[in-house]
C-alpha cells in the first residue's frame, strides 16, 4: 500500500511538472507575440505621427496649390463647463 502511494504521489509530482513546462511554453509564446504585436503598434503610431507633421500637411497642400495664409487667428479658449450663447445668425439677402 505504501509502495502504490508513494508512486501515485511520484506521479502525480510528474504531471504537475509536466503542466507546468506546458504552461511555461504558452507564456512564452504568448509573450513572443505580445511583443510582436507591440513593436507592429509603435511603427503604426509613428507613421501616424509622422503624417501630422505640419511640415508633411504644408508639403501636401504645396501639391495640390494650395497658399499659405495672410494672417493667422487664434481662437479664444472656451470654457467646457457652461453653454454657450446662442448663435445671432443674419441671413443674406438675394442678390
Given at each position: 500500500?505504501?509502495?502504490?502511494?508513494?508512486?501515485?504521489s511520484l506521479l502525480s509530482i510528474v504531471v504537475g511538472h509536466a503542466l507546468l513546462?506546458?504552461?511555461?511554453?504558452?507564456?512564452?509564446?504568448?509573450?513572443?507575440?505580445?511583443?510582436?504585436a507591440k513593436a507592429i503598434n509603435r511603427s503604426i503610431v509613428l507613421g501616424v505621427?509622422?503624417?501630422?507633421?505640419?511640415?508633411?500637411?504644408?508639403?501636401?497642400?504645396?501639391?495640390?496649390?494650395?497658399?499659405?495664409?495672410?494672417?493667422?487667428?487664434?481662437?479664444?479658449?472656451?470654457?467646457?463647463?457652461?453653454?454657450?450663447?446662442?448663435?445671432?445668425?443674419?441671413?443674406?439677402?438675394?442678390?
Amino acid at each position: 500500500m505504501a509502495v502504490a502511494l508513494l508512486c501515485a504521489s511520484l506521479l502525480s509530482i510528474v504531471v504537475g511538472h509536466a503542466l507546468l513546462a506546458q504552461g511555461q511554453l504558452r507564456m512564452g509564446h504568448v509573450s513572443t507575440e505580445l511583443t510582436k504585436a507591440k513593436a507592429i503598434n509603435r511603427s503604426i503610431v509613428l507613421g501616424v505621427a509622422k503624417g501630422e507633421t505640419p511640415a508633411r500637411i504644408s508639403e501636401e497642400a504645396g501639391a495640390y496649390h494650395l497658399v499659405a495664409p495672410t494672417t493667422i487667428l487664434q481662437l479664444p479658449s472656451v470654457s467646457l463647463n457652461q453653454a454657450l450663447p446662442p448663435l445671432k445668425v443674419t441671413p443674406v439677402s438675394a442678390q
